[in-house]
């Protein structure tokens, strides 16, 4: 037996999960959930055939072995599915997951958890009355360079936050053109919901900070979403910063800072032969050792292991609310060309 929030749940040997959604991103996870003994894939379902037949080529061992749903309903109501993962559109997310704790699964949600503050507020309560392991997918959280920044900064380390900068550059608007990413009604916005949705959620998630008020600029360049973002945020806690979301970059490319009244840390991506991703400095410049920073783990092996009872959910429902709450707030910021309070 185990405890989930609370309540005692008998602990399966295997885990049978069923994937909701067999697109990009479920290759991702089949791949992680293969290589974890006590994790086996029971069911699938999408409303593209294409797509479960493209699932079935890539993924020999599963020809045969799972059920083949017509509905995410019909997959919610087998026995043999103890756990699903939710990988389709963005804006099919929140009813699914309100489906899945409905009918007593476990759930693991890709970002963005969902595309509305209300929506996020309504799942956040079915999930604590569920007594049901629920996580996103934000791999961020079990990446060692991340989980050391959040370490160091909410022990004290870097002093009180006063700065955090974070910029995203990706080439979405040509790769993601005439997807669904790229529409209201399965994307839910765009850019910044999209792959800018783990910036959001990854400074919020190391500092502990939350988002006061935010003053954002958002070009669509002639798209219906958002491509490119310019955000500057004032937090709860009075630290300042800046989220530059940019979808039409020719490169990807990832910086995040964060200054404080000790000492700062700058994430990038590894430009020298050492491969480290991650700087410390402490209040006078001086560089701080950080050791070498281990491979971490992955979200399909924290849900696996949250619902054995072995480890706690790294990547809660509630961090969800806070990366939505700042995204609508951008958004209506943006349309109305002044600053808007977040929450």
Not at 39 to 61: F, G, M, N, V, Y
């Amino acid at each position: 037996m185990t405890r989930i929030n609370g309540r005692r749940h008998k602990v399966p040997q295997k885990v049978r999960i069923g994937l909701i959604g067999c697109g990009g991103m479920a290759n991702a996870h089949i791949r992680q959930l293969q290589a974890i003994p006590e994790a086996q894939i029971t069911a699938i379902t999408d409303p593209s055939e294409a797509a479960i037949k493209r699932t079935l080529e890539r993924w020999p061992a599963l020809r045969g072995k799972v059920a083949n749903c017509p509905t995410h309903e019909d997959l919610l109501a087998r026995a043999d599915v103890d756990a699903v993962q939710i990988h389709s559109p963005h804006t099919l997310h929140f009813q699914q997951a309100m489906d899945a704790l409905a009918a007593g699964k476990h759930v693991l949600i890709e970002k963005p958890m969902v595309c509305r503050t209300d929506h996020a507020r309504a799942l956040i309560e079915r999930w604590k009355a569920s007594g049901k392991v629920a996580l996103i997918s934000y791999q961020r959280h079990l990446q060692e360079e991340f989980r050391y920044a959040r370490e160091v900064i909410q022990s004290g380390g870097l002093g009180q936050v006063q700065y955090i900068a974070a910029l995203q550059a990706q080439d979405w608007l040509r790769l993601a053109r005439a997807t669904w990413r790229q529409t209201q009604e399965l994307g839910g916005g765009g850019q910044i919901t999209d792959s800018g949705s783990h910036l959001i959620d990854i400074i919020l998630w190391v500092t502990g900070e939350r988002a006061a008020e935010v003053h954002a600029y958002q070009d669509c360049l002639g798209t219906p979403v958002d491509i490119n973002t310019a955000a500057a945020i004032k937090f709860q806690s009075g630290a300042l910063g800046t989220i530059s979301v940019i979808g039409n970059a020719p490169s990807w490319w990832e910086d995040i800072t964060f200054i404080g009244s000790e000492g700062a840390i700058y994430i990038r991506p590894p430009v020298t032969d050492s491969g480290q991703p991650l700087h410390r400095f402490d209040a006078v410049g001086k560089p701080v050792e950080v050791g070498v920073l281990g491979k971490g783990s992955n979200p399909d092996r924290n849900f696996i292991d949250a619902i054995l009872g072995r480890g706690e959910v790294q990547a809660p429902l509630t961090c969800g609310l806070a990366v939505i709450e700042l995204t609508e707030a951008a958004w209506r910021s943006a349309e109305s060309g002044k600053p808007e309070k977040v929450g």
